[in-house]
């Protein structure tokens, strides 16, 4: 940690240096995205400084280190793929790495390249305001420093503002609060505790398991009923490895193309009954969401979508011994798929231990913290720790905590009153300069995000060479192309089944948040992307 100490306040005295010029960029965050993005600006020779509020690397790897963090596609998959050398170089120990491995990953990325020089760690932007006469953006943060640059690029992630326990009561409670997504640095020991964890998405699915061999009693409380799909986690082999790493250059040559980089069924298969119990067969097999994608329009076709749901609820059913608490741990009041499934280790058999409860919060909902546990309507649950799993206000949540305005001063949660507005999930009208990786109207979520950021931060990088390669001061996404690009992502989301689940993707989680749904699900994003830059950037107005 000394020498990202060193780092940021080497970087910290550059620019609060009086003279100090505007830079090319600025960068706020320290993902894969903005490790990336830092990265290629600097290949390119342009001056740049990132901020991140993390104390080092890692972006949501930094922050979730609750019990049982992993990513929930296989490692192989979540992994750089602009650097050969970089692959060639680590080898992931697991189908399914851990946060600690992921956070690892993640510093040796920033070692390997050099990258944390650029960054201001511990100090979170308050604001970054353009300056229409200069054409620059001016960040502020919360250490008084001020920061000019040219571009101002966006690299917040999607899910890094975890919604704390914001339940009536939550300040009066004596015992020990948890939120998953800022867990502390050091081991939370849950041995003679009772527990409660609120909420069953995925942070709630993977960490429940592991709580619940520790603790004495886990209370486990639940609005609604999740779609959970088992790891099978396992070691990589050598042989594993050695396959991933021969077709990695076909890999990459699909995603550089805009391919799926995985083999999917075509759209107009429509799969006979035994083909179809076959498929949904797999959801079984421990690929988790990448069997999900074989089973054909999933999340368009009714009959495919049952088969699968039905599929996992008769695993549910043969998983849980009581069979009246099987049934409230049974999803079925959306479509499989339309929330994010979870990949978990063992949490349907945690439902079997003694010292496991559920709560049905449908029967029996929450009035309060206390201070000593938690009230529904029926009775308190006496408990010595809370662990806050209601997940994160996804997409927007990040950028709307930031005060960031644009034209004329008009805040970007003006803008966004109604829901976010993007044009292609990368710009927004009326903010000349500034870029959003994976912002709402793109796939981010729905998709390897790691890849899904090195796609953006590409197409970022080649925006901004053309502006600088016209002689242009700003370019800027115009209102009707990002008035069109929102028709479009809605009129996508129409065609499926998305729209009938209350998801994050929708920012159904969050009270007063808008609902809209955020991330495009259509075919052929990059594509379509590529085709903007490569015709001249359609849709954009270079400024003066």
């Known amino acids: 940690m000394a020498s990202v100490t060193t780092a940021s306040a080497a970087a910290r005295e550059a620019v609060r240096t009086p003279a100090h010029a505007p830079l090319d960029a600025v960068v ?8 990336y993005m830092v990265h290629r600006l600097r290949q390119a020779g342009l001056s740049v400084q990132g901020v991140e509020a993390a104390g080092d690397v890692g972006g949501t790897w930094w922050w979730n280190r609750y019990p049982g963090a992993r990513c929930d596609i296989p490692s192989l998959l979540y992994s750089y793929t602009f650097s050969d050398d970089l692959q060639a170089e680590w080898r992931w120990t697991e189908k399914y790495a851990t946060q600690p491995e992921i956070l690892a990953y993640a510093r040796h990325v920033a070692d390997r390249f050099d990258l944390r020089p650029s960054f201001l760690f511990e100090t979170r932007v308050v604001s ?9 953006w001016r960040v502020t943060t919360d250490k008084g420093d001020q920061i000019t640059a040219r571009f101002c690029v966006m690299a917040t992630g999607c899910l890094s503002a975890p919604r704390g ?51 004495d009693q886990v209370y486990v409380f639940q609005r609604t009923p999740n779609y959970s799909l088992p790891a099978l986690n396992a070691p990589l082999t050598d042989e594993e490895v050695a396959g991933f790493r021969a077709n990695f250059p076909m890999y990459v040559e699909l995603l550089r193309s805009g391919q799926p980089p995985l083999p999917i069924p075509p759209a107009d298969y429509v799969p006979s009954d035994e083909e179809l119990n076959a498929l ?46 099987a049934d409230k741990l049974t999803p079925r009041d959306f479509p499989i798929m339309t929330k994010r499934a979870c990949v978990d280790t063992g949490y349907y058999e945690t439902f079997n231990r ?5 709560v049905d919060l449908r029967e029996t909902p929450i009035e309060a913290i206390t201070p000593t546990g938690v009230r529904t309507s029926q009775r308190e649950y006496a408990v010595d720790v809370i662990v806050s799993a209601l997940g994160f206000d996804a997409m927007t949540g990040a950028l709307l905590r930031m005060d960031i305005r644009g034209r004329g001063g008009r805040p970007l949660a003006e803008a966004w009153a109604e829901g976010p507005k993007t044009y292609l999930g990368l710009a927004v009208a009326g903010f000349p300069n500034l870029f959003t990786v994976t912002g709402p109207g793109s796939p981010s979520v729905l ?47 129409d065609k499926t089944l998305f729209p009938r689940a209350a998801s994050w993707y929708m920012g159904a989680n969050i009270p007063g948040k808008p609902r ?5 699900v259509g075919e052929g994003y990059k594509i379509h992307c590529d085709k903007v830059a490569a015709e001249g950037y359609p849709g954009f107005a270079l400024g003066s």
Not at 128 to 136: G, M
Request: charged letters at 20%.
């Open 516 to 520: 809209v749904f955020m991330p495009y």
């Open 165 to 215: 326990l914001d339940l009536p009561g939550a300040e009066t409670f004596r015992g020990r609060t948890l939120v998953t997504g800022l867990w502390p640095h050091e081991p939370v020991d849950f041995t003679g505790k009772r527990v409660a964890v609120l909420g069953t998405g995925s942070s709630a699915v993977q960490s429940t398991p592991l709580i619940a061999e520790q603790a």
């Open 28 to 35: 706020v965050g320290a993902g894969f995205g903005g490790l």
């Open 128 to 136: 970054a305001i353009f300056d229409e006469d200069a054409k620059l």
């Open 354 to 358: 003694d010292n496991v409860e559920l």
């Open 280 to 325: 949904v067969a797999q959801l079984w097999n421990g690929w988790g969401l990448i069997s999900a994608v074989q089973i054909p329009n999933i999340v368009r076709d009714e009959r495919c979508n049952q088969a699968a749901g039905d599929f996992v609820r008769a695993r549910i059913a043969e998983t849980v011994k009581d069979p009246a608490l």
């Open 447 to 493: 998709t390897n995000v790691l890849t899904a950021c090195e796609q953006h931060v590409d197409w970022i990088m080649d925006a901004i060479a053309h502006v600088r390669s016209t002689n242009a001061a700003t370019l800027e996404a115009t209102a009707d192309a990002q008035e069109d690009w929102v028709a479009h992502v809605n009129d996508e989301a």
